[in-house]
């Protein structure tokens, strides 16, 4: 998945406030437009259900890119692909402190290795030199932003069969509007304050194969497709399916001459195989039962 590699060389283009804005327009205007087509226009009616759903929205949409893209100002898209496989992990303990439905002890063991693997990769090994980081703005504050991301796509993901009534592509739609609006409004909160500039129509212009592929590849496909998922297979499994990600991440990294340093390639080892390995483990006992 190259959303954080496009992501990062688009940046520098397009601020974060921005970047969430436009992609979001484009994606949201895309939506309707398909759920009208689909359902008709009585499906774009919130049934008494506007401030759940956009609740829901601003926390998973507006908390998560906001989170995202001013960490990714900071941080390096591999770093983020790893952090983000931690929303498997983060799932299973949500729904245990939620649900009360506590995971088996070998989902907690690869819980603990995948944090352990993620904790290499982030500090490099030098945890002190990453504290100083976090502490002057730097490379691991973007990390912890990343994080914050992840937690509020936990919550979306988690608050998703709530409304088990609407369709798919109904949920995606009448939660991504008020998460439109969310980022609309902090955009313009940060223009007024000076920390966000207007882009003219040449800057996005520039980076318009970009902004396309965000909008319609990771918004209209992307979303959709995994709230779909989510219906289908519940929270956890569908979280399981992103596991791939820091692999993809990691390789396009490399194909586009980032050199890595032998701890990162070992932590991010280390993640995948926990969460390979309880994916696997998850697989079988649902066949045992």
Sequence with gaps: MPLFSVAKRTLPFLDAFALGTVRYAIGVALLIALLVA?????ALRFDGRLWAASGVGMLGITGFNLFIWIGLMFTRPEHASII??????????????????RPAAFTLGC?????GGVLLVV???????????????????????????????????????????WSPLRFTVLTCIPGAVGLLIANVVAVATGIAAVPGVG?????????????????????????????????????LMLNLVPIGVFAIEAALGRSFAAVEIGGAALVIAALAANNLYLRGASTRH
């Design 38 to 42: 689909v359902e008709g226009r009585q």
């Design 84 to 101: 983000l496989a931690l929303q498997t992990p983060l799932t299973a303990l949500a729904v245990w402190l939620v649900r009360g439905q």
């Design 111 to 115: 819980v603990v290795v995948a944090i």
């Design 123 to 165: 500090t490099r090994g030098e945890p002190a030199r990453a504290l100083a980081e976090l502490i002057a703005g730097g490379e691991l504050l973007g990390d912890a932003l990343i994080l914050l991301g992840g937690v509020s796509w936990v919550a979306y993901t988690l608050c998703a069969p709530a409304f088990r009534e």
């Design 203 to 239: 800057q996005i212009a520039s980076v318009g194969w970009q902004i396309i592929y965000l909008s319609v590849g990771t918004v209209v496909l992307g979303v959709l497709g995994f709230n779909a998922a989510v219906k289908r297979l519940g929270p956890l499994n569908t979280m």
